[in-house]
């Protein structure tokens, strides 16, 4: 016989009395000492920490109770079913809320470090080649308004640069998938990107700081690695994976800290940039070998572009790529 | 029960029965066990777990607030507030998909939100409000489209435009959207704080304001290292003091600016509240112990690297709890007493409710 004691509160109201609860051994609830109903039929709210038990019986009346121990000993014996019990039994106890948050620390390590890319390159090739084009061409289009001027290079000259990207195409086995633009840089000055369907943009100022053409065929190659990666695609996934992981994280705790964590996600997301270019660099250097042009072209140009940035003070270059240093000796690996 | 309000804070003293002073029964440990098990839940779920996170986070805070001696409820199920969270989760997709690769279509749609946005936000106080309920009444919120439209775009936006001038008309209309929108067991709230006084909270903020500026200013320009002085360590720790601390500071003072701003607003506001017409509120929260409150709590949940983050909630629902007060005009359970039972009160078109949330 368990006894506990409660509120009974009318149905859908606040009138309530004082009562003395008791459940015998055969599960029949009691108040008074006049029997109530079958315990297996009422509605018992979860147990949170210690906060008040709301028991409904069948007519709509509530018992509540602050005695949750007493309310869990008869939920133990009578109940069949018995809801969200778990989560109390991991929530009382110092030990599991240890193991939790060694095993939360892990588990978020893993996750942004290797879950986020995985997920991300499974949603990037599984995207249609159609959503790779509209989205190439959208992202194109807000260059060309935003920071891109018409090239200013003669036609010849654009002819033979192109002919430079459809040499690394058929060397990528590939070689209808790649499509070049040339573009006065303006403000961006030498640089070259790739688009996810395969459109490289490539500025004049990237063509006139190559000293012969194989050092432009080198950026080529680590750009057609990054389309064949689909890299673009793969970085818009991995913020978006990365932002729901970190609402996840810290949406409930505080406005501020969502606005801390934005540093966590900069730090991750420049992280994940340095892997690509690590990827586009290695795939530029088997291309170039397939080419027969010395990888050397690649490290040259690097470095060229590093002392062009490098004496703008542009740090974001660095960031978001590793150092020229380190690439130039990966490069020159056998 | 324990101390009046007037023994713990001074408040305005009603006439009347003592105050009931709310009591918060919540426990920092206690809670830090239920958040990192919710967290870690959360995680390995890829997030469906939130929605039992946040019953049972709520459900922690409503049931250890108490009035009286009776707890506060919290009644939404995980699966209301799932449905409500999927919802968001694909309005938010489908937007910033469509970003990528139709912006014409996320412009529509951003448009399409923003006009939704008030009929939403009185859709999730009324879920919210439906879903709480004291010695087994429930809250209720009724708000028009209007209403809301005023309070979340119309004065926000005229306050920027008259350089925050208008700041203390939108806050008295927020005020009186929620208070007017809320029931309890039917009865309703009403505010009318007075515009003059939120004047003159606006206004003493607005001198902290330019206290901190001069100060600023004056650490920059008192010390312009003179010519001919020896450079070196001592000049970069000029720099460190005159240059880095104003901009370390500036988190703290716009906490600190709005910690002043909410204490006072609260207590005025509850000043004014009635229930019914004939109960009365009272907020006794010192800006000074507020503010002190959010940037301890944000400085030491920065240091544990969110560690704190639980003891934290504990620590300001408590500050608050204790400091609210309810005057009513004859005794509390005569009052509840004399409410008619509500038929649809626990009815099952709450179960249809759908858990839509957003803060306000």
């Not at chain 1, 459940?23 to 509605?43: I, N």
């Amino acid at each position: 016989m368990e006894r506990f004691a409660g509120w009974c509160y009318a149905k859908d109201g606040p009138q309530r009395i004082a009562v003395q609860a008791s459940v015998d051994a055969a599960g029949v609830l009691a108040m008074g000492g006049v029997a109530q109903a079958q315990w297996s039929t009422l509605g018992v709210s979860d147990r949170v920490g210690n906060i008040p038990r709301r028991i409904t019986l069948p007519d709509g009346r509530v018992l509540e109770t602050a005695d949750n121990d007493a309310v869990d000993r008869i939920e133990l014996r009578f109940r069949r079913r018995r809801g969200t019990a778990w989560a109390h039994r991991l929530e009382r106890r110092w030990g599991w809320a240890v193991a939790a948050l060694i095993l939360t620390v892990a588990v978020g390590w893993l996750a942004a470090t290797r879950g986020v890319p995985l997920a991300a390159r499974g949603v990037a090739f599984a995207l249609p080649a159609e959503a790779l084009a509209v989205a190439s061409q959208q992202t194109l289009s807000t260059l060309d308004r935003v920071v891109l001027r018409p090239s200013g290079l003669t036609e010849a000259r654009q002819a033979e640069i192109a002919d430079l990207l459809r040499r690394v195409g058929a060397a990528a086995g590939d070689p209808g998938r790649y499509r070049l633009e040339l573009r006065d840089g303006g403000r961006i000055g030498a640089n070259a990107f790739a688009l996810p369907d395969g459109t490289v943009i490539v500025t004049d100022q990237l063509v006139q700081l190559a000293e012969v053409d194989e050092q432009v065929l080198a950026v080529l190659a680590h750009e057609v690695g990054h389309v064949e990666r689909r890299h673009g695609m793969q970085r818009i996934a991995q913020s978006t994976a990365l932002g729901l992981l970190l609402t996840l994280v810290s949406g409930d705790v505080s406005q501020v800290l969502s606005v801390a964590s934005a540093l966590p996600a900069m730090l991750l997301e420049s992280s994940y940039s340095r892997d690509f270019e690590r990827e586009a660099d290695a795939r530029g250097v088997e291309l170039l070998h397939r080419l027969g042009v010395p990888p050397a072209n690649l490290a040259r140009m690097l470095e060229r572009l590093e002392e062009k940035h490098g004496g703008k003070g542009r740090t974001s270059w660095l960031s978001s790529h590793p150092a020229t240093p380190e690439r130039v000796r990966a490069i020159a690996k056998p | 029960m324990g101390a009046t309000l007037n023994e713990l804070v001074s408040v305005p003293q009603v006439s009347g029965p003592r105050a009931a002073v709310l009591e918060f029964r919540g426990q920092g440990g206690e809670y830090f066990r239920i958040w990192i098990v919710n967290l870690l839940l959360k995680i390995v779920t890829l997030g469906i777990y939130s929605a039992w996170a946040k019953v049972r986070t709520k459900r922690y805070f409503y049931g250890s607030t108490l009035l009286e001696g009776a707890a506060f409820e919290y009644h939404a199920t995980p699966i209301q507030i799932l449905k409500g969270r999927l919802i968001a989760a694909a309005l938010i997709a489908v937007n910033s998909l469509a970003g990528h690769f139709l912006p014409w279509l996320a412009v529509a749609l951003t448009i399409a939100y923003l006009l939704l946005a008030p009929w939403v936000v009185n859709m999730s106080l009324r879920f919210n409000a439906r879903m709480s309920s004291y010695r087994n009444v429930r809250f209720d919120f009724q708000g028009t489209y209007w209403r809301a439209f005023l309070v979340l775009f119309v004065l926000p936006v005229a306050s920027a435009l008259t350089l925050w001038i208008l700041a203390p008309v939108w806050h008295r209309a927020v005020a009186r959207y929620l208070a007017q929108g809320y029931r309890f067991g039917g009865r309703p709230f009403a505010a009318d704080p007075p515009l003059g006084r939120l004047y003159v909270i606006y206004l003493q903020a607005f001198g902290l304001l330019m206290l901190f500026a001069a100060i600023l200013l004056g650490t920059m320009f008192l010390d312009v290292p003179h010519p001919g002085e020896p450079q070196g360590d001592g000049a970069s720790w000029r720099f460190l003091v005159f240059m880095v601390l104003p901009i370390v500071l500036l988190v703290p003072f716009q906490l600190l600016l709005l910690a002043f701003i909410r204490a006072k607003g609260r207590n005025l506001v509850f000043a004014g509240l009635t229930l019914d017409g004939r109960h009365r509120f009272a907020s006794g929260l010192s800006p000074w112990g507020y503010a002190w409150i959010v940037i301890g709590n944000l400085a030491a949940t920065l240091l544990t690297l969110g560690l704190f983050a639980p003891f934290a909630q504990i620590r300001s629902a408590r500050y608050t709890a204790e400091r609210t007060a309810v005057y009513p005009a004859s005794d509390l359970s005569e009052f509840l007493a004399g409410l008619p039972a509500d038929p649809n009160a626990f009815g099952s078109e709450f179960s249809d409710l759908v858990g839509l949330e957003i803060g306000i």
